[in-house]
């Protein structure tokens, strides 16, 4: 029975030092630390954590945010862990799954902040289509200059192969065949 440690930063830049506090003067004798994108889900340090505890430990984090990407991903790692007989301890919101309370508490957690991701992502769809509306592209900008494209589709009706026309105008062999084989143009 042992406390075992989460610590999660999003970026390269960012600093465990304050999780990592939190957690020692919490008793963690072990703590896995990971600098990676929440949304990531190649985590490994959360993956090595996982096989790590054991039936009686309590994996300690200072906040919800830190362990899970989603309310659903939180979900399966607390059924995990349950499946495990470890308990959750997360610091700052004052949960530990040890008793019924507080699995309640972690559940409707769970849901807000699903409901806080879906609320920020409709943010996000109004935010595109606003600016889409004020002519904002998005999206990689074209390689090939309409122009460009049209001296493509000369050269390739004057017999110029692929592979040339590519080399001529300093772009993919690839791309000059998707230019000249659209609907609509007359590639060989």
């Not at 985590?43 to 790590?52: A, F, T």
């Not at 054991?54 to 362990?67: A, C, E, F, P, Y």
């Not at 690839?174 to 000249?180: A, E, F, Q, S």
Request: with cysteine.
């Amino acid at each position: 029975m042992s406390l075992v440690g989460y610590a999660r930063v999003s970026s390269i830049g960012q600093s465990l030092d304050v999780q990592e506090a939190k957690l020692q003067v919490a008793g963690c004798e072990e703590i896995f630390r990971e600098k990676r994108s929440g949304v990531d889900t190649e985590r490994p340090q959360l993956k090595e954590c996982m096989r790590y505890i054991r039936k009686g430990d309590t994996l300690v984090i200072s906040r919800i945010d830190r362990l899970a990407r989603s309310a659903e991903h939180l979900l399966q790692l607390s059924r995990e862990l349950e499946e495990k007989g470890v308990t959750l301890k997360v610091l700052d919101q004052s949960i530990d799954t040890g008793d019924a309370a507080g699995k309640a508490f972690l559940g409707m957690l769970a849901v807000f902040a699903q409901f806080e991701n879906d609320i920020r992502k409709e943010r996000q769809m109004d935010g595109i289509a606003k600016a889409r509306e004020k002519g904002v592209k998005f999206g990689r900008k074209p390689v090939m200059t309409g122009e460009q494209e049209n001296e493509a589709r000369q050269l390739r009706k004057d017999g110029w192969a692929l592979q040339r026309i590519a080399d001529h105008m300093g772009v993919s062999k690839g791309l000059i065949h998707k230019v000249t084989s659209r609907p609509g143009s007359s590639g060989v």
